[in-house]
């Protein structure tokens, strides 16, 4: 039966979350207690209605129905509105394109991030670890986020950019990009569409920010146009990436938007990945202490791992997942719903904005056991039944799912290991540390110091 028939079929409303008030809706709720609430609407079922202030839109509080959306019927379920404005930011990369489109650009870019790349960048993730957590001070607190966030964007450009400019590239991109995250996160949820129009200092600040970083990437690419670099970094592979079937390439536009888009993926969301890492760590004392018996056992030195090595630390990997699952980087997200339609047995009217909350599927006790502890043992085989493999999707699923996923892997792997290799953590106040921040999850007041190794 198709879609539209099912939808006609089952005329159901979902319930509405409770607590709504006319013109505001549930804003008081999301902008005050809005983890609790978006965990708090799984018990008025499946899908509920949610007011985001006079707009309403379907929560979808089930891992099935989310699989639904994003694999099966992906067609019908295309970027919702918070991509469709960033699109005015990012240009036409991988993030905000839909459809054929998304599609022939995901075939070309896919490729640069495949295993087998892997080898490259993690050299240039080794160095950069070693470069930077051995320049954080050791008596003092530390506010990690913005470390990692500093540590992301430096191995992401160097990966993007080997060349000689990779040296500025990294103090352009360190300056350029926090403001561009800003403006499209500002902008996203900005339902009028006004701010960005009127004549405020911000804005010209952003426009010439964004100009900046245009011209700069611009320059790369014909000077490796020029030089013909070929595949010896992620611009000269993404420069060279050619559609098999129908010999096309990146035109030099989309090479742009692209880096932007890479640029913009992989910095906060690693950062806050290693950061939720860091909390548990600082906050399990004995967990740590195993984390680092196994990096003793595999690196050489305590040099960081190299990419055969991070396929070693078995239980490294399980923590890092155990922050992914506790703390998923991109917590909220959103689809348009394309033609009426039905999910859970209600309808879901054409043009409706559905939205999802990866922090509040992680955290649903009939998904996994004690949702709320951190314990990377329940993902060990023998305990299969502590965890649904299926509804652990901090990567997102379907035809948008994450291509950096290996990538941020590797990295929060290498650094983590590196850390438990040749430093204590110690957090400072950790209880008072909670997760915040409306699309990313943010660990709010995340402080650690991270004296020299103790001996055992
Ligand atoms: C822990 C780190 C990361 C997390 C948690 C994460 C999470 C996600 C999620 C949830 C999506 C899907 C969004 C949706 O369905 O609407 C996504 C897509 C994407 N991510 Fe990541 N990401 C991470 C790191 C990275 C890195 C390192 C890169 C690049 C080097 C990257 C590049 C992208 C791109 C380009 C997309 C869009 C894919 C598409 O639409 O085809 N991400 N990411």
Known sequence: MSITARAKQQSKRPPRAPAWLPLIGHGRQLLRHRLRFLREARAYGPVVRVGLGPMETYLVNDHRLLHRMLVAEA???????????????????????????????????????????????????????????????????????????????????????????????????????????????????????????LPLPVNRHFDAIMQEMYGFIDEMIASYRRTEQTGVDLLSLLMLSTDEDTGRSLTDREVRDEVITILLSSAETTALAMSWCCHELGRHPEVFEAVRAEVDRVLTDGEPPTHEQLGELALTRRVVKEALRLYPPTSFLSRTCR????????????????????????????????????????????????????????????????????FAWAEAMTSIAFIAAHRDLRPVNSDAVRPTGTVMLEPHGLSVVMPRRQPA
Not at 95 to 124: E, I, N
Not at 127 to 141: G, M, T
Not at 369 to 375: C, E, G, K, L, V
């Open 339 to 406: 033609e009426d339609a039905e999910l859970g047995g209600y309808h879901i009217p054409a043009g409706s904005t559905i939205v999802y909350s990866l922090y509040a599927q992680h955290r649903d006790p009939r998904l996994f056991t004690d949702p709320d502890t951190f314990d990377p043992d329940r993902w060990l085989p023998e305990r299969s039944g502590d965890a649904t493999p299926e509804a652990f999707m901090p990567f997102g699923e379907g035809v948008h799912r994450c291509i950096g996923e290996q």
């Open 75 to 197: 067609a019908q379920f295309p970027r919702g509105v918070h991509f469709r404005k960033a699109r005015a930011v990012v240009g036409d990369g991988l993030v905000t394109a839909d459809g054929a489109a998304h599609r022939r650009q995901r075939r070309l870019v896919l490729p640069v991030f495949s295993r087998k790349r892997m080898h490259g960048y993690s050299d240039v993730m080794r160095h950069a670890a070693v470069e930077r957590i051995a320049s954080l001070p050791y008596d003092r607190p530390i506010e990690l986020k913005a470390e990692f966030v500093s540590l992301a964007i430096t191995i992401a450009t160097r990966a993007l950019f080997s060349s000689d400019r990779g040296i500025d590239a990294v103090s352009i991109v360190k300056r350029t990009l926090p403001v561009i995250t800003r403006a499209v996160s500002m902008r996203a949820m900005d339902p009028t569409g006004l701010v960005e129009h």
